[in-house]
C-alpha cells in the first residue's frame, strides 16, 4: 500500500517522500512498517497532482501536515504546490523538517514556502553541533546543525511561524540549551513526547 494521506486525530498527514538526510536514533520509522497502524514506506513518490486530486475528501479537517517517514523538502516543488492549493482552499497547513532545507533543496527555500505553508516546524533536538550530529546522524554533517538555526530564522523573516522542536527523550541539558537557543532566535520551542 502506497499510504499517501493519513489522518492521526483531527489532522491529515501527507507523506511524499521517504527520502532523509537524517538518521536519527530516536526516529519513529526505526525498524517499522507502520506508524499509528499506516504503512508509511512508498513504493513510489506520488506527484502533487495525485495529492491534490485526493484532498477535497479530507477538507472536515482543522489542519494539513506534511509528514512521513521522510524529509517532505526533499520534495520541495510538491511541497509547495499541495500546500498553495490548501491555502488557496483556506486550510491550516503545517511543514515538519529537520530544518536542513538549504542543504538539501538549495538557497532561499523559506521564501519559497511563503504563502504555501502557515507554520514550519523544525526538530533541533540538541543544543549543539556536537549533540546533534551524535544523536540525528546527518549525511551533511556537523554543519547541519548551523544549517537548522539559519533556516528557522529565515522561516521567521519571511512571515512564517517557526517552532523549533525537542524531543522528551533526551537530556535535559539538550532541553535547556534548546530553550536557549529559542529565546534568542525568538521562536517557539516545542516538546514533543517521543514515540516508541
Given at each position: 500500500?502506497?499510504?499517501?494521506?493519513?489522518?492521526?486525530?483531527?489532522?491529515?498527514?501527507?507523506?511524499?517522500?521517504?527520502?532523509?538526510?537524517?538518521?536519527?536514533?530516536?526516529?519513529?520509522?526505526?525498524?517499522?512498517?507502520?506508524?499509528?497502524d499506516?504503512?508509511?514506506?512508498?513504493?513510489?513518490?506520488?506527484?502533487?497532482?495525485?495529492v491534490?486530486?485526493?484532498?477535497?475528501?479530507?477538507?472536515?479537517?482543522?489542519?494539513?501536515?506534511?509528514?512521513?517517514?521522510?524529509?517532505?523538502?526533499?520534495?520541495?516543488?510538491?511541497?509547495?504546490?499541495?500546500?498553495?492549493?490548501?491555502?488557496?482552499?483556506?486550510?491550516?497547513?503545517?511543514?515538519?523538517?529537520?530544518g536542513?532545507?538549504?542543504?538539501?533543496?538549495?538557497?532561499?527555500?523559506?521564501?519559497?514556502?511563503?504563502?504555501?505553508?502557515?507554520?514550519?516546524?523544525?526538530?533541533?533536538?540538541?543544543?549543539?553541533?556536537?549533540?546533534?550530529?551524535?544523536?540525528?546522524?546527518?549525511?551533511?554533517?556537523?554543519?547541519?546543525?548551523?544549517?537548522?538555526?539559519?533556516?528557522?530564522?529565515?522561516?521567521?523573516?519571511?512571515?512564517?511561524?517557526?517552532?523549533?522542536?525537542?524531543?522528551?527523550?533526551?537530556?535535559?541539558?539538550?532541553?535547556?540549551?534548546a530553550?536557549?537557543?529559542?529565546?534568542?532566535?525568538?521562536?517557539?520551542?516545542?516538546?514533543?513526547?517521543?514515540?516508541?
Amino acid at each position: 500500500m502506497n499510504t499517501i494521506l493519513y489522518k492521526i486525530g483531527s489532522k491529515i498527514y501527507i507523506n511524499l517522500t521517504n527520502k532523509c538526510s537524517n538518521n536519527c536514533d530516536f526516529c519513529v520509522r526505526n525498524g517499522k512498517t507502520t506508524y499509528y497502524d499506516y504503512p508509511l514506506w512508498l513504493r513510489k513518490e506520488p506527484p502533487a497532482e495525485e495529492v491534490i486530486a485526493k484532498l477535497p475528501a479530507y477538507f472536515d479537517s482543522t489542519e494539513f501536515v506534511f509528514c512521513g517517514f521522510g524529509e517532505p523538502l526533499y520534495a520541495l516543488d510538491n511541497v509547495i504546490k499541495i500546500g498553495k492549493y490548501l491555502k488557496d482552499n483556506g486550510k491550516k497547513v503545517r511543514l515538519n523538517t529537520n530544518g536542513q532545507a538549504d542543504m538539501i533543496a538549495g538557497e532561499g527555500v523559506a521564501k519559497k514556502l511563503a504563502g504555501s505553508v502557515d507554520t514550519v516546524s523544525i526538530s533541533l533536538n540538541a543544543s549543539t553541533k556536537e549533540k546533534y550530529q551524535s544523536i540525528c546522524h546527518s549525511e551533511f554533517g556537523e554543519e547541519a546543525f548551523d544549517a537548522i538555526l539559519k533556516f528557522a530564522s529565515e522561516c521567521k523573516a519571511a512571515g512564517l511561524k517557526a517552532v523549533l522542536s525537542i524531543v522528551d527523550c533526551v537530556e535535559k541539558a539538550e532541553i535547556e540549551g534548546a530553550k536557549r537557543i529559542a529565546a534568542r532566535l525568538g521562536v517557539e520551542l516545542r516538546i514533543r513526547e517521543f514515540v516508541k
